[in-house]
C-alpha cells in the first residue's frame, strides 16, 4: 500500500469517527448529553467558562429552537456532537463530517453564538462571577433603536 496524504487522512479519520463510536456505542464514558449541556458546552468552547442558571439556558434554547426553525442536528448527530465535545474531538469532527453535515453544525453554532450574544447580559456584565443572564428572545441591546 503507497502511504499517501489522502491514505493518511483516511486512517485518521476512521479512528476518529471509530472512537467517537466505540466511547459512544460501548458506553466507555457518560457521553449522553441533554440539549441544555450541548449548547452550553458549545458556547464554553468559544467564550470559556461562565455560569448560567439551568432555567435561562433552557429558556434561552427553547426560544432558539423556536426561532431556527430545525438548526438544532438531528438526534444522531448531536449524539456525536455531544461525544466529540466532551472528547475535544471538534476540530477533526468539523474535517472528517461530509460536506453537508459539517457545514450544518458550524451554520448550528454561528446562530447558536449570535443569538447567545444578542439575547443574554453576557458582554454586560461587570464581573465575569456574575451569572449570565437570558434577556428573551426580542431582547434588543441598541441604545438607538426606537420600538414601536
Known amino acids: ?3 499517501s496524504r489522502r491514505s493518511t ?33 458549545v458556547l464554553e468552547r468559544h467564550f470559556g467558562q ?7 439556558v433552557a429558556a434561552f434554547l427553547s426560544d432558539f429552537l ?11 448527530l448531536a449524539m456525536i456532537y455531544g461525544a466529540a465535545e466532551r472528547l475535544n474531538l471538534m476540530g477533526p469532527l468539523h474535517l472528517v463530517l461530509p460536506g453537508a453535515r459539517g457545514d450544518s ?22 464581573d465575569l462571577s456574575e451569572p449570565v443572564k437570558y434577556l428573551g428572545a426580542e431582547a434588543c441591546m441598541n441604545p438607538f433603536a426606537q420600538l414601536v
Open 1 to 3: 500500500m503507497k502511504l
Open 9 to 41: 487522512l483516511t486512517v485518521i479519520a476512521g479512528g476518529v469517527i471509530g472512537g467517537v463510536a466505540l466511547a459512544t456505542g460501548a458506553g466507555v464514558m457518560h457521553v449522553a448529553l441533554h440539549d441544555e449541556d450541548l449548547v452550553k458546552a
Open 50 to 56: 461562565f455560569t448560567m442558571e439551568r432555567a435561562d
Open 66 to 76: 423556536d426561532l431556527q426553525h430545525g438548526r438544532f442536528p438531528p438526534a444522531k
Open 105 to 126: 453544525l458550524q451554520e448550528f453554532e454561528r446562530h447558536l453564538v449570535a443569538a447567545f450574544l444578542s439575547q443574554t447580559d453576557f458582554m454586560f456584565r461587570t
